[in-house]
Nanobody
Framework: VQLVESGGGLVEPGGSLRLSCVAS????????MSWYRQAPGKERELVAA????????NFADSVKGRFRIFRDNAKNTVYLQMNNLKPEDTAVYYC??????WGKGTQVTVSS
């Protein structure tokens, strides 16, 4: 089982990034997928989650209205579209599958 995140980087405040997570899971389409993040000195927190069929999502209050999570089950991929980024969004972002599997993370830095 492997989850590989990509799309992180350095962006100015107000900018956008799209993270991707490709899963080597034949059961991908049956799993709830989530994005978490962990900033230096802080605990890992849930950012967004999506049901297996993509019909329901939920978000941390801090990102509501700015982030969007969606998935393509045909490509075993889940995405996190992040708009209007703020410095407090700076963190390592992790993909999670079914509350059991984790990727290694991708760094997002929001700074001018």
């Amino acid at each position: 089982v492997q989850l590989v995140e990509s799309g992180g980087g350095l962006v100015e405040p107000g900018g956008s990034l799209r993270l991707s997570c490709v899963a080597s899971l034949f059961t991908f389409s049956r799993l709830r997928m989530s994005w978490y993040r962990q900033a230096p000195g802080k605990e890992r927190e849930l950012v967004a989650a999506i049901t297996s069929g993509g019909d329901s999502t939920n978000f941390a209050d801090s990102v509501k209205g700015r982030f969007r999570i969606f998935r393509d089950n045909a490509k075993n991929t889940v995405y996190l579209q992040m708009n209007n980024l703020k410095p407090e969004d700076t963190a390592v972002y992790y993909c999670n599958a079914g509350s059991s599997y984790w990727g290694k993370g991708t760094q997002v830095t929001v700074s001018s």
